[in-house]
């Protein structure tokens, strides 16, 4: 009885390793991407790994329904409960994007393990307590000149500092005020232009957008470097992608944007088609992926990895209390998501949308190579889902009308906005 206990643990972690496995971009280029299921002899790494995993999926900025916020311009709501679920997936989906982005694949939340146990105190304190016990214990059975060792620790301490200041900047730029340049007022001000009000639906293709908008809007320094770029008709034209990652920044040594890339795709007619399966796994395993957003008609979810034959998501439909991101050391435990969900990817809506994450030109270069041999890997018999081509849309003879400086939105953008009925569920 022993034994079969012990061999149920053993495949209890080789599951939870699994999942790890295909939610943690690899950051070393030369790496092949890891998608395989752990063999009997990963059994000896498991129980580290867990923990990683938890790490990595708690340190996710998670979004949810907010309640007794400011009131929203124009209406009287002061929650997002029951309808603001593809808007807060949205934000997670960038959110994501903008972790890799200012703190990069590696980084993980300190307190991420501690979230569920965490008490009052502000999260700057505890983790000045903890940075300082985990020096201390460090003098012990170390080596070298204390001239070193001080300097090492040194360094060790800014650098938490700094990315903590960078972690709350993120997490700020999402906050349920006016004033933040990705949170709920402010996308649904952008939302107004596409005729869309609070405590609407926000289908799937009016979120990308507003999303691109936001951020093309955005006037924070540190914003400028990053762009979105939403693909037409399941194609990205690669001359209009880099087109947008070459925008001058007014900086004279301007370095070339990084670019998220937002495909909005089907899985199938009206249920999902299971045979898509390896392709998700696929993507999802590709260190350029920032997630997927889908699930099911009217609920929207985010989805970082899979297991087996389910897809890991983080659930927006909490409603969880406001939280001022002005003040300073705000707390963020309701910011970060304490344990993952699974859902079987049969229980999919066919709409989702699938976003990428790409630093620099030559970047995007190879992640359009990955992901079209993952494409072309798991469409088989039938028609890749979306595609990568040169050249511009117009090239293709998509036409597009100059955008008025007081409308975000073109002309031609607003009738392909309103091919999509607001009951049809696509995601984002």
């Known amino acids: ?134 020096f201390e214990a460090s003098l012990v059975g170390e080596r070298g000149p204390p001239s070193i060792l001080k300097e090492t620790r040194r360094r060790s301490f800014e650098v938490e500092g700094r990315n903590e200041i960078c972690h709350r900047k993120i997490i700020s730029w999402f906050g349920d005020s006016p004033l933040a340049c990705f949170g709920l007022h402010q996308l649904i001000e952008y939302g107004k232009k596409s005729g869309k009000a609070a405590g609407d639906w926000y289908g799937p293709a009016v979120v990308a957008h507003i999303l691109r908008k936001a951020v093309e809007e955005a006037r924070q320094p540190d914003l400028q470097g990053i762009t979105i770029y939403v693909a037409q008709d399941c194609t990205v034209y690669k001359a209009d992608v880099i087109d947008k990652q070459c925008i001058s920044t007014g900086s004279e040594n301007a370095e070339d944007k990084a670019v998220i890339i937002l495909v909005p795709v089907r899985l199938g007619g009206e249920r999902t088609n299971t045979d898509y399966l390896e392709f998700v796994k696929g993507i999802l395993s590709l260190e350029y992926c920032v997630g997927i957003i889908g699930g099911k008609p009217k609920q929207s979810y985010y989805f970082a990895g899979f297991q087996d034959d389910s897809l890991i998501y983080m659930d927006p439909h909490y409603c969880q209390s406001f939280v001022d991101v002005s003040i300073k050391d705000f707390p963020l435990e309701s910011f970060h998501c304490p344990s993952p969900k699974k859902m079987s990817f049969r229980k999919m809506d066919p709409s989702c949308t699938v976003g990428f994450y790409c630093r620099n030109i030559q970047d995007f270069e190879r992640a359009s190579e990955e992901i079209t041999k993952v494409l072309k890997a798991s469409s088989r018999e039938k028609y890749p889902l979306f595609t990568f081509v040169k050249g511009h849309a117009r090239d293709y003879d998509f036409t597009s009308t100059p955008t008025n400086e007081d409308d975000l939105f073109s002309e031609d953008e607003k009738k392909k906005l309103k091919r999509f009925s607001t009951e049809e569920f696509v995601l984002l």
């Open 1 to 134: 009885m022993e034994a079969a206990g012990t061999d149920e643990v053993d495949k209890l972690k080789t599951k939870f390793m699994s999942a790890w496995n295909n939610m943690k971009y690899k950051e070393n280029e030369t790496a092949p991407v890891r998608s395989r299921w752990p063999v009997e002899n990963d059994h000896v790494v498991i129980s580290g790994n867990v923990e990683e995993f938890r790490r990595d999926f708690i340190s996710r900025i998670w979004l949810t329904y907010r309640e007794e916020f400011p009131q929203i311009e124009g209406s009287a709501l002061t929650t997002d409960c029951g309808w603001g679920c593809t808007l807060r997936t949205g934000q997670m989906l960038l959110a994501q994007g903008l972790v890799l982005h200012f703190l990069g694949r590696a980084w993980t939340w300190p307190d991420a393990l501690d979230i569920e146990t965490s008490d009052s105190e502000s999260w700057t304190s505890h983790t000045v307590k903890k940075l300082t016990a985990s």
